[in-house]
């Protein structure tokens, strides 16, 4: 018997973009449908979300226009709390902030119901208001894909360490087939191989104007008598991306159109094994799961400096290098530095391999998610029973 057989899980995936969150949504669905629960996401028709979840067979519930988020707005939220108790749920999983005040309010009245929320960013806000107290106190469990996060969620929400909980990312290393083919961008050992990758949803080509141009530096200059190809890997078909022809026309500008391969690939990992080098991008989370996933499967990284991307090679060792957003020269320094001394890199990477994967793996993930949410069902149905308990005594007190 699976652990969630007759239970109903509700994931709040109200998001038009496609990143470390969204993909991390998805993970949690697919896990506890695996785990025998039937699950409903919440979502936008015809988001990369949707599309993804579909294909997977999760079943999308969508919401209609904006998501209220102002206080006094709350109150045409109601359809939402109402369908929650008409599909009898038995755990709510939020992952945005905004959308979690409103959850908090009308789930008051499910005391029966855990609400988890999942924080993929710092909080730049302090949700401390007194209006806030009762509504913080409705969150079961916070969980958080990095354990430096715990200070910040204290800090900003006022939620005591024993409701947080660190449970990584949840990322599966790729192995290579001893059979596998090349992909068709690698064609030499003469080239060193830089990936990155894009979510296919972008809406211009201005952020890549900074890479462009430390690609075109180091272009000019080879290393150790070797040139470039730069892997662009993509999650949806180029076919499909309204952006395609005029990034087409933005490498040719830059006089890269034979140091570029437009990689078609909606799993990213499986082409970080074929790169040396992986080259994240700026993105709205402080670390990408990418960066990551390349550690995991042995790529060294050089990826955006923040207090999460610096803590990571403080805990795992010099394992890739980070670079001010915006600086093109300092990427191409730091990318000819790893790529200078690449293996030192791996043989640190080798190094930690165990150890990321017990910190960002996805088995550790699996089993943490798992014993969270029975601990939470449990919690809510013993609270509940004393709570029915103290009212029967004093309904009825002892003569």
Known sequence: MKPFDGKTFFYMGLSNRWGTEERTILKDCLLAKKSGATVYLYTYRDS??????KE?????????????????????LRK???LL??????????YDIKVLWPLCLYMRSMPLVPLVFTLSNDLKIYYKDFWYRPLVERVDQVLLPLA???ENVWGHLGIPPRKIDFVGLGLKPMKASPSAIRPPFRFTDKRWYIGTNLNGIETNTHFLDTVFHSFRVMMEKGLEEKNYTFALCNERSWSECVLTSELRRQVKDWGLEEHVAFVDEKIVAKHQLDIDLWLGLTRREDLEDYAIQALIDG??????????????????????????????????EKCETI????????KN??????????????????????????KLLNRRRRLWKTKQKRKLSKLNPLK
């Open 56 to 76: 997977r067979g999760i079943e999308c519930l969508y919401h209609q226009g904006k998501f209220v988020t102002k206080v006094f707005k709350w109150h045409k």
């Open 85 to 94: 108790t008409e599909l009898q749920v038995n755990v709510v999983h939020c």
């Open 80 to 82: 939402l709390k109402n």
């Open 349 to 374: 990477i080798h190094k930690s391999h165990q150890a990321l994967i017990e910190n960002y793996g996805d088995t550790l993930y699996e089993e943490k998610m798992i014993k969270i949410y029975q």
């Open 339 to 346: 790529l200078r001394n690449l293996g030192t890199y791996e």
């Open 299 to 332: 790529r060294p990284v050089c990826i955006p400096r923040t207090a999460f991307s610096m803590e990571v090679f403080r805990s795992f060792g010099a394992i890739g290098e980070t670079y001010m957003n915006g600086d093109s020269r300092e990427i191409r």
């Open 48 to 53: 990369v979300l949707d599309g993804r979840a």
């Open 148 to 150: 430096e996060m715990v």
